[in-house]
């Protein structure tokens, strides 16, 4: 058999799988109950000039702030900054007085980052900034666990390190 | 050495660890396509307005092409995909390793909390081409469907 007529029975093939697919996929997608629209929106939501927040945040999620709302909070002292990186991320640099509870190793890091978090206090997460989501994964992870002071600072790193903020690195 | 790489049991053995392994990834995601798809966003190199589309169309792709092989149906466009979703796959992870992008993979779980294990991922996705391209280079029919179709007709 010729070589030709081998790649185009093969691309043939292949062809025919994905349209098959294709078409099972959105039969079956229309029919689950976990269905997903075809042409999803993936864009970042703009809530006013100053906060930008991901495409997945909800209004049920805790407070999203602006930077200039961060440096608010940041004079009052009354606040934790939680750093939601990893902690080589938080090392390299962080929010002065931040603390570190990586949200991908949240069970090893939070029995020893609880201790310092007092309930009555204002906790604002953040990450590296709008493109990433661990500050609103962990403060959703910090809302089961019974926090209610919660803010996210969608921000984070990239904004509060170029405007010149208090920042610090830790060995 | 050529002969132990056709081996015709080998090749069964492939077919059967890349069909099993294809077929095992692709039931998470149909299930939860909205995790699959935020998955998809993470890696942030398809446009957005293809997000969705692929993540509803890949795992059935990965589903049929697991069953063709494991049947040994149309073994040669199922291998030739899988290759190209492998291949995908890798470049996919590179770019992101190198962009130092911080990605849950979701290859085998929808779990965004999942452990980054970049090299292994990229290790074992390489091995999976490697089987791949051997089902297709050699393609033989030893315990297929199709060969049994071929007696047929």
Known sequence: MSIKKDSSRIILQAIA?????????II???????????????????????LIVPYSYTKDDPPAISLGQA????????????DARLESDYKAGHIS?????????FEQYYPKVEPLLPRDKNIITYCDGTECEASLFLARLLKTKGFNNLKIFFGGWTEWSKSGLPVEKSN | MKELISNKWLVLLFRLIVGITFLYASLDKIVHPDQFARIVYNYKILPGFLINIFAITLPWVELLCGVFLILGLFIEGSSTLISLVLV??????SVNFLRGVDI????????????????WLLLRD???LLMSLQ???FNLNFLSLQKVFQKKS
Request: charged share 15%.
């Open chain 2, 88 to 93: 995908s796959f890798i470049i996919a992870l």
């Open chain 2, 126 to 128: 390489v091995a999976l």
């Open chain 1, 17 to 25: 799988i994905v349209i098959f697919s294709l078409i099972i996929g």
């Open chain 1, 28 to 50: 079956y997608n229309s029919f689950s109950k976990e269905g997903i629209s075809v042409k999803g929106n993936w864009s970042k939501k703009v809530v006013s000039d100053s």
């Open chain 2, 135 to 137: 089902i297709l280079f």
């Open chain 1, 97 to 105: 007085r931040a603390l570190n509870l990586p949200f991908e190793e």
């Open chain 2, 104 to 119: 849950a993979c979701g290859c085998f779980t929808t779990d965004p909390n999942a452990k980054k294990e970049g090299a």
């Open chain 1, 71 to 82: 440096m608010t909070y940041f004079q009052t002292h009354n606040i934790i900054f939680l």
